[in-house]
């Protein structure tokens, strides 16, 4: 009993130990494929090409800009005016605490909805958007997908340059929404 044990824990460190092994040697193979110039050589290009698969699977640290924590609590007065007329925004810190990698605001509808208003397709050409409903409903319309009324609890994303617009909000809606990156442009379609 006590020899199998032994047994147990030499091959449980040998594992970690191979485990270690190849994290390590996967990291200099994204090392290697990081400091080559690509080659003029078709040869040598197929053989970067397949080191570079290798090396996605390996966690790689890139070089990321300098953030800070964003702090932000709630102040009615930080509501105000922002991209669309019929909703004021307040702005939760994070695009300037992220060095603009990402920017996050508590986004509430004003009351009544007006379609003639509210009801115009666009789309944003950003990375990621997600949208988080922390009051009342929102009805929104997304190409591929349809009509959603998205309630208190809801969340969805948006892939980069959908078409979407807002139908209709009830009086109290309030979302959070987060995009990459901080500074992007939104889009008015013509239907």
Known sequence: MAKQKRTSKTIAKKSVAKAAAKAASRKSVAAKVAKKAPSA????????????????????????????????HYREEDFAAGLRAYAKYRDLGVAEASGGVAQAHVIRLIAPCDPNEVSKLHYHDAE????????????????????????????????????????????????????????????????
């Not at 090409?49 to 924590?69: C, D, E, G, T, W």
């Not at 009324?149 to 139908?167: A, D, E, N, V, Y």
């Open 128 to 191: 990621f958007q997600l949208v988080y409903v922390l009051n009342g409903w929102v009805k929104t319309y997304m190409d591929g997908v349809g009509e959603q009324t998205m309630r208190q609890g809801s969340c969805w994303t948006q892939p980069p340059r959908i078409k979407h617009l807002i139908r209709d909000y009830s009086d109290n809606c309030e979302l959070l929404e987060v995009i990459l990156p901080a500074q992007f442009k939104t889009v008015e379609v013509k239907a």
């Open 41 to 72: 050589k078709p040869g040598k290009a197929i053989a970067k090409k397949a080191l570079a698969k290798k090396a996605v699977a390996a966690p790689v640290s890139a070089k990321r800009l300098k953030q800070r924590p964003a702090i932000s």
